[in-house]
């Protein structure tokens, strides 16, 4: 164990100072395409400055024969795309490498650190089990950014997707100052417990209540009755949300597959917003317009917090609005709000106008 006075101590000679705060620089939707199809990479230039964060996939759904072409068309597109990652570009640079016990992770991490460390914001590390992956990953990145002298450490964020790596989260959390955030990863996750649903993420029509019988009489069991599906993923998202929180790290929903259901797609950012997540993976095009809606908050509901904020004074005591008792605590719900919009309004000036456009609603 490292003892807490070495935690923020550079872990290579020459590497840069590992942050004290990860930055909140929105990352609504992390949109994912393959480096090595070029009609997705051709996208991507358009794309700097309309969404929050572009990744660059390099694991699963790149077939195994493109692992190395994927791997240099994310150099290429790097180089070649004004405007894409570092410190104050419009839109951030993610990677995602492959995973650290398969051929290819090693090669990912060092092509990239060394040609295109200089833009890459975080790495996304798939399928981490435990503390023990983080540290190696930690270790690896510093000596690569020492030997390519970079100035500002590359940050980590870990997929949860398999039970062990749900078992240790709050450790994988807590194992390096570099880690950024947590994404769920429900297809493999649901693979690795043995979860019976063959959907990526998502809701289930077989995971329900139902409404209790009239009585327990055959006619009655069997007469038609209210059900409600329920959320498969409530307790995972809310897990992960408590160790990011705990740890001043943020917390993402993953994929949501059935690209062409924009509807329940929506849902189920909507419940990952609702829970604590400060975004999404988009895995289309089309998903960028909702993640982007979803993870902003409704200009109603921040009227309604500056409101109380207004309201609140000093921030002590309590006071009645609408109705409804506002006290230290709801204020400190609304500050979230309003700060979250604050943030939002600095990089997108469209939403800033419909945030200034309904000041306080009153
Ligand atoms: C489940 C566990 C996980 O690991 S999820 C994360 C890994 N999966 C991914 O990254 C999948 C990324 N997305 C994709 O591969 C494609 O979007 C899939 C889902 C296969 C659909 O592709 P396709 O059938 O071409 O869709 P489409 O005809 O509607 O595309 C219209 C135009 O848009 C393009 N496009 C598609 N996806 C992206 C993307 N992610 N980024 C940038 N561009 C994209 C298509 O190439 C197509 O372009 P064009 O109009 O033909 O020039
Ligand atoms: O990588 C994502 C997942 O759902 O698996
Ligand atoms: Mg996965």
Not at 168 to 196: F, H, T, W, Y
Request: glycine share 8%.
């Amino acid at each position: 164990m490292r003892s807490a006075k070495d935690f923020f101590a550079p872990l290579a000679v020459g590497a840069p100072t590992p942050l004290r705060e990860i930055p909140t620089r929105p990352s609504r939707a992390i949109h994912f395409f393959d480096p090595s199809n070029p009609k997705m990479a051709a996208k991507v230039p358009d794309m700097v400055g309309s969404v929050d964060v572009l990744l660059g996939n390099l694991e699963d759904a790149v077939k195994a024969d493109n692992k190395l072409a994927a791997r240099q068309g994310l150099v290429e597109v790097a180089r070649g795309t004004e405007g894409l990652g570092g410190p104050d570009s419009p839109t951030q640079l993610w990677t995602r490498v492959n995973a650290l016990d398969s051929p290819w992770g090693l090669d990912d991490l060092t092509t990239l650190v060394t040609e295109i460390g200089d833009r890459l914001d975080v790495v996304m590390v798939p399928k981490v089990q435990g503390a023990e992956d983080i540290h190696y990953v930690d270790r690896l990145l510093a000596q690569l950014e020492a030997k390519a002298g970079l100035d500002r450490p590359i940050l980590v964020h870990a997929i949860l997707e398999t039970a062990r790596g749900m078992v240790n989260v709050e450790e994988i959390c807590g194992a390096s100052p570099r880690m950024q955030g947590l994404s769920l990863g429900p297809a493999d996750l649901a693979a690795d417990r043995r979860m019976k649903t063959t959907r990526v993420g998502g809701g289930h029509p077989g995971y329900l209540v139902r409404q209790d019988p009239l009585s327990s009489s055959p006619e009655d069991v069997a007469r038609e009755r209210a059900t409600h599906q329920q959320d498969l993923w409530h307790y995972t998202i809310a897990r992960m949300v408590d160790a990011c929180a705990m740890h001043g790290i943020f917390p993402y929903y993953g994929p949501f597959g059935d690209i062409a259901d924009v509807v329940a797609c929506e849902d189920q950012f909507r419940n990952a917003f609702l829970l604590g997540c400060v975004g999404t993976w988009s895995l289309h095009p089309k998903q960028i317009a909702i993640a982007h809606r979803v993870f902003s908050p409704a200009p109603e509901d921040v009227a309604h917090a500056r409101r109380v904020v207004e309201a609140m004074g000093d921030g002590t005591g309590a006071v009645m609005l609408d109705g409804k008792m506002e006290d230290d605590a709801s204020l400190k719900q609304c500050l979230v709000m309003v700060e979250l919009a604050e943030q939002l309004s600095a990089v997108d000036p469209e939403l800033k106008q419909r945030y200034d456009a309904i000041g306080t609603g009153a």
